[in-house]
């Protein structure tokens, strides 16, 4: 029988979007049209509302993780994200591959020429736009931007954690030993007026119910300096962050203060707590300022009981980033966990512990719990599970984060999980993305790397996962054809 125009359209559609759709002529053939084409901006009208169909009332508990869903995770995906997801993590799993293109991306993110520069190469610009960047990244221009967060709440997505790429470009170490530091006011002004500048134009391009990630040490060398000296905030940047917090309260914008290396993190402690007791007062009990604690410390269990202390006492709610943590390679090694296991079982257990609201054997804060605020930013899917099944026990409060172009299939299952007709109920899901031009993102970009290049593991379980999905959709394409 010939294939008609119509039935070759029913294919590519089959193949782009991943769960079966009626292929059909007329109507149905212009609904196909415009589900792959949605499918390609990130949307899938049609696929969240067969998910949420099959999906138990929102008074119902969240399904367990063994409990099959309708589909696979990753077919909420367009092609061209599965694509491109399954090329980086090729590389990134590679023992061979990884390395050259560690060092590929430090040389790009670094490099004095303009010749290497994205911003002034337009080839090389319109090679990594396409690539790396449109994998992890927001966008150039607040079109772009908004486009890719549309297209992720369209998913279904609670909103997203949006950064500004702009990096100090100075280490921990520079700032210590630079001894004209502090009575530099000229580079104080000027450094804190574009770390502000960035970081206001972050909150205006977030939405109501959004995350802005904030980077104290973007603010410049004054400012590293009196992090690792743990001094109060040079009086320009507590200026700075005033005005920030205040912008973030009247645009309903959440602020998550990013955890950096040892060496500065008394100082961001303190001054996070700082903002905690000036914003995180509202009788509503959601904060407005988030601190982030990283398990693979062996101190972070004491430094939380302790803030969690603070909170009680000082009448706040204390809003908690929970990560696994993210300077493996930097931070000093006696200050962090001897094995993974037991960063894990610090993860898990303190996670159980702040669901329940409740002390165990890891997290003995000295006061009754106070209010507080808790995502889990984690690339973990045993973690998530677990705190599904505490979730359906105990319902809470609780947000989850990942990394945009990174952990998909576990992002997904959560968005399958809370379907979007029910996304008012039970725990929501964002994803971590920075915005700004390519050369500024290369130097965000070559620090995750960096940061993650120790996960080879979790890599090629996503990696499996997504040639899974590919061979699945390559699978249903050719039978489409017979």
């Known amino acids: 029988m010939p294939r008609t125009t119509a039935t070759r359209r029913c294919s590519l559609a089959v193949w782009s979007v991943g769960p079966p759709r009626p292929c059909s002529r007329g109507t149905g053939e212009r609904q196909l049209l415009f589900a792959s084409t949605s499918a390609r901006r990130h949307q899938h009208p049609s696929l969240l509302a067969e998910a949420a169909a099959s999906q138990p009332p929102p008074s119902a508990s969240l399904p367990s993780a063994k409990e099959k869903m309708p589909y696979p995770p990753l077919s909420l995906l367009p092609l061209s994200s599965i694509l491109r997801s399954a090329a980086i993590a090729s590389v990134s799993s590679s023992r061979l591959l990884l390395p050259l293109s560690l060092k590929l991306m430090g040389y790009l993110a670094r490099s004095p020429s303009r010749l290497l520069s994205p911003d002034h190469n337009p080839p090389l610009h319109w090679i990594l736009k396409r690539t790396l960047y449109a994998q992890f990244c927001a966008g150039e221009s607040r079109v772009e931007i908004q486009r890719t967060i549309g297209g992720l709440k369209g998913m279904g997505y609670g909103g997203v954690i949006l950064a500004y790429a702009r990096e100090a470009g100075l280490d921990h170490d520079a700032a210590v030993h630079q001894e004209n530091g502090l009575k530099d006011d000229d580079r104080l002004q000027k450094d804190v007026a574009l770390w502000k500048s ?32 743990n001094l109060p905030p040079p009086l320009g940047l507590e200026t700075a962050m005033a005005e920030i917090c205040d912008l973030a309260v009247k645009q309903n914008i959440r602020l998550l203060i990013d955890a950096e290396h040892q060496a500065l993190q008394a100082g961001i402690d303190s001054w996070t707590l700082s903002l905690m007791r000036r914003y995180n007062q509202r009788a509503s009990g959601k904060a407005v300022v988030y601190n982030t604690y990283q398990t693979y410390l062996k101190s972070a269990p004491q430094t939380l009981a302790a803030h969690l202390a603070a909170a009680y006492r000082g009448g706040f709610t204390l809003g908690i980033k929970l990560v696994r943590g993210a300077y493996l390679a930097s931070d000093p090694r006696h200050l962090i966990n001897d094995t993974k296991e037991q960063t894990d079982h610090a993860f898990d257990s303190i996670s159980e512990s702040l669901i329940k609201r409740s002390p165990n054997e890891l997290l003995q804060p000295p006061t009754p719990f106070p209010l507080l605020s808790l995502i889990l930013a984690t690339h973990n899917r045993l973690s998530v599970h677990k705190a599904q099944a505490l979730l359906r026990q105990i319902p809470t409060d ?58 080879l593991a979790r890599t090629r379980e996503s990696k499996e996962e997504l040639f899974r999905e590919l061979r699945r959709r390559l699978v249903r394409f050719l039978g489409s054809r017979d």
Not at 199 to 228: I, N, P, Q, W, Y
Not at 431 to 439: I, M
């Open 398 to 455: 609780l947000t989850y984060a990942q990394l945009m172009g990174m952990a998909d299939e576990i992002s997904c299952e959560l968005l399958q999980s809370t379907p979007k007709k029910h996304s008012g109920t039970g725990p929501k899901t964002y994803k971590y993305l920075a915005w700004g031009t390519v050369g500024e993102c290369m130097k965000y970009l070559s620090r995750r790397a960096e940061e993650n290049r120790t996960a």
């Open 198 to 229: 960035g970081t206001l134009e972050t909150v205006t391009l977030a939405s109501e119910g959004d995350f802005v990630a904030v980077k104290f040490t973007g603010a410049g060398l004054t400012v590293l300096r009196h992090l690792s000296h």
